[in-house]
């Protein structure tokens, strides 16, 4: 038997993540300039970062011989502060996606279960799967997650239950009602996991408080990410909220000094920068509108979305992909979410979005 075949049957089972294609790929692929390229694959902020974060890092990077502070003091305080929570109830991740492993690593093992939904974001299998608990998962409901059928799921050795709000890649969202009813049913033994790094982007009717569910349900962890309304997906920052003690159990599994120190400042100085969330959100609602007005010019079918981004049917994807590329756009196939006949596009600049939209006509003529 090979070292690889050695490795457990878990791991080896695990189909890596596909991330959205890097710009100087494609422009090495085409011969194109990056320049000449548009990304429109991950989700990232067509604004570009928080200015206020930009100088918190500038003013920190003659501090880079240390070590971070592996306890984030001075980041704790400020969410603390921002969400009315002790600092013990926060954890501090390489990205969310570093939280949401931990959570996986912290509850789950082989003689346990998790529960997610079909189309939910791919790093929850993932995470699953690396621990060696076994994927309970629900068929989604229009695409979204059928948070009865996600109730029902949950069995005996059931640990955690993964809810993305809004989800990726389908933009579908849960009213809050529908939320809290379910935290209702859940055992206290399972842990919730509520996911959600587009939450600044929902709109003002549909806004809901989570952090205050947190008092009645220790078992609701939520996380939040600075990779997208705050624009630093390439810093990898993010956090969990939880009762103190779940806190100190992912604490427990996470590398001591997984937040490096310019992600720490430019965190902090993310939060403060107010005045550039409230422009990318008011920006993403105008692109969001200027992308669905395109997509319904082409007769193209979609999936309404709440995130920053959306999902669109277009029948041979592989194909419109490839010449979507062939003329420098990049987007996101949704093959690797098991919907083959679907795109994903990231709401970009105003530029961008109707550079995309001419480059799909076309690509459809094709
Ligand atoms: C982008 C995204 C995240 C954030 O990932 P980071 O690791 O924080 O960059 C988390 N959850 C969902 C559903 C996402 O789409």
């Known amino acids: 038997m090979s070292l690889a075949e050695r490795a457990p049957a878990h791991v080896r089972g ?8 890097p710009l100087e790929a494609l422009a090495r692929e085409t011969g194109l300039r990056t320049q000449d390229v548009i990304k429109l694959a991950s989700n990232e902020n067509p604004l570009g970062m928080s200015p206020g974060a930009r100088a918190a890092m500038e003013s920190a990077l003659g501090e880079l011989q240390r070590y971070p502070d592996g306890g984030g003091f001075a980041l704790k305080a400020e969410l603390a502060r921002a969400h009315g929570v002790p600092p013990e109830a926060i954890v501090l ?10 959570a996986a690593r912290a509850f789950l093992a082989p003689d346990a279960s998790a529960v997610c939904s079909q189309y939910a974001f791919a790093v929850y ?3 699953v799967m690396a621990t060696g608990a076994r994927l309970i998962e ?9 948070i009865a059928a996600l109730g029902d799921a949950i069995a005996a050795d059931t640990r955690v239950v993964f809810i993305a709000n809004p989800n990726n890649p389908t933009g579908t969202f849960l009213p809050a009602a529908l939320i809290e009813a379910f935290l209702a049913r859940v055992p206290g033994d399972v842990l919730v996991v509520l996911d959600e790094a587009y ?13 205050a569910w947190l008092a009645r349900h220790p078992n609701l962890l939520v996380t939040r990410t600075f990779s997208k309304i705050h624009g630093l997906a390439g810093l990898r920052v993010g956090y969990a909220l939880a009762h103190p003690d779940v806190a100190a159990l992912l604490d427990r599994v996470r590398q001591p000094f997984n937040v490096n120190v310019l ?6 100085g993310a939060l403060a920068d107010t005045a550039f969330v409230a422009r990318s959100r008011a920006a993403n609602r105008e692109g969001m ?5 395109g997509l319904d010019a082409l007769n193209l079918r979609h999936i309404p979305s709440l995130g920053n981004f959306v999902s669109f049917h277009v029948g041979d994807a592989a194909r419109v992909d490839a010449a979507l590329q062939r003329r420098g756009v990049i ?8 919907m083959p006949a679907w795109l994903r596009v990231t709401v970009g600049s105003p530029g961008e979005n109707a550079r995309f939209l001419d480059a799909l006509e076309r690509a459809l003529k094709e």
């Open 138 to 146: 629900v068929p989604a409901r229009a695409w979204g997650h059928d």
């Open 263 to 268: 992600a720490q400042v430019a965190a902090c």
């Open 14 to 21: 695990i189909s890596p993540y596909v991330p959205g294609k």
């Open 331 to 338: 987007v996101r196939p949704l093959a690797s979410y098991a």
């Open 199 to 211: 939450v600044e982007y929902l709109p003002d009717e549909v806004r809901y408080d989570s952090v």
């Open 289 to 293: 509108r200027q992308i669905v007005a």
């Open 93 to 102: 991740g390489n990205g969310s996606g570093d939280v949401l492993e931990l």
């Open 125 to 127: 299998p993932l995470a």
